[in-house]
């Protein structure tokens, strides 16, 4: 069965590379510890578009990236600091670079998995010389669960991946209402609102102060386009009408509707 799942990470990591015959070596930011924590940052911006089969990453998210890696890195010495926390444990991390960009991201993903699968081997002591005596080499510690990445789209694509060798995994700042559905996506966790309960708060502002116009100012990215056509749709109220053309029917059912909303509150589309 072990077998089975490393001739399976090892395909896969063919078919992610694709075309490229040499990726680019990624460099891995990684604290010891008792307890290994993952993380996925977009250290660097995603590859050019001649640049993507060779998933060369762009220039540095110094604001972005270098600021997450290091406020990982700051949480965890605060942790270890401090005895009351978690008394003789100290959590490690290994941090990798996602780019933003779903290959890479894959590829990195893949890494945490075959070190979690060559420690599992050397515990049940399946790891062996070729003289058939046991191995005293130790490789790194496997990793408890995955923080990030950040895109949501990215995170689906990983948690499809770590799923598979039951590895939590938590967002920061994927939104995505797809991740709610815990039959797809039963190891995946978030700190940050979804698309729908953002869109339910901006609702509830527009309500309480009685907004007659709002205009939104959003990015080209899905999951801010998804809270703003969500925020539309739950401030619409469809007419009921019947399959008849019965507009005299439908106007007394418009004049009802307006007359039961303040005329500061009311927008007719």
């Known amino acids: ?102 290959a890479v991201a894959l590829e990195q993903s893949i890494e945490f998995i075959r070190d979690s699968l060559i420690s599992s081997e050397e515990e049940e002591g399946l790891v062996r010389c070729v003289d058939g005596s046991s191995s005293s080499f130790r490789s790194k510690k496997p ?25 939590p995994q938590i967002a920061y700042s994927a939104t995505s209402m797809d991740l709610s559905d815990k039959t797809l996506f039963k190891y995946f966790m978030r700190v940050v609102p979804s698309d729908a309960q953002q869109a339910r708060a901006m609702v509830d502002i527009v309500k309480r102060y009685n907004w007659t116009y709002v205009s939104a100012v959003h990015t080209e990215e899905v999951e801010t386009a998804s809270v703003l056509h969500i925020s539309c749709s739950s401030l619409s109220r469809p007419l009921k009408r019947s399959m008849s053309t019965d507009y005299a029917q439908v106007y007394g059912n418009s004049h009802m509707m307006m007359a039961s909303y303040s005329p500061r509150s009311l927008i007719v589309i």
């Open 1 to 102: 069965m072990v077998l089975l799942l490393i001739l399976s990470v090892l395909l896969l990591k063919e078919n992610v590379r694709g075309s490229a015959q040499s990726s680019e070596r990624r460099v891995v930011a990684h604290m010891p510890g008792d307890i290994i924590i993952g993380a996925l940052f977009s250290v660097h911006h995603q590859p050019t578009v001649d640049k993507v089969h060779e998933r060369k990453c762009g220039a540095v998210r110094e604001q972005y990236g270098i600021q997450r890696v290091e406020a990982m890195l700051h949480t965890l010495e605060r942790i270890n600091s401090d005895p009351t926390l978690l008394p003789n444990i100290t959590l490690g991390c290994e941090i990798r670079d996602s780019c933003w960009h779903s």
């Open 143 to 167: 990793i408890v669960g995955v923080i990030g990445p950040g895109s949501s789209s990215v995170a689906i694509q990983v948690q499809n991946l770590l799923q598979l060798f039951n590895i």
